[in-house]
Nanobody, 115 residues
């Protein structure tokens, strides 16, 4: 059974930085893509950033230039470096992995940015 575990969330002041990590277990497949989504209270879950096996990346417009996604393919691990954090970045951040038509999700890690 595939399991994704996020870590690195927490409370930070505006302008600060956090680095999220997502480790996987239970499968030796190479995921086609891995990424991060977030969901704030009362809002829909939105894509923050994704990275493919070939290192192609995609970002939410509002995080471009501030967040960087990276991946260690051999470990099926994905990271999200978040700089210049803003209060509007406050949300639960979820790790996502895609293999063919299957989607896998982590339990989420809370990121809170104080003003």
């Amino acid at each position: 059974q595939v399991r994704l575990v996020e870590s690195g969330g927490g409370l930070v002041e505006a302008g600060g930085s956090l680095r999220l990590s997502c480790t996987t277990s239970g499968s030796r497949v190479s995921f086609d893509a891995m990424g991060w989504y977030r969901q704030a209270p009362g809002k829909q879950r939105e894509l923050v950033a994704t990275v493919t096996t070939g290192a192609s990346t995609n970002y939410l417009d509002s995080v471009k230039g501030r967040f960087t996604i990276s991946r260690e393919n051999a470990l099926n691990t994905v990271y999200l470096q978040m700089n210049s954090l803003k209060p509007e970045d406050t949300a639960t951040y979820y790790c996502n992995a895609v293999f063919r038509s299957a989607l896998f999700w982590g339990q989420g890690t809370q990121v809170t940015v104080s003003s």
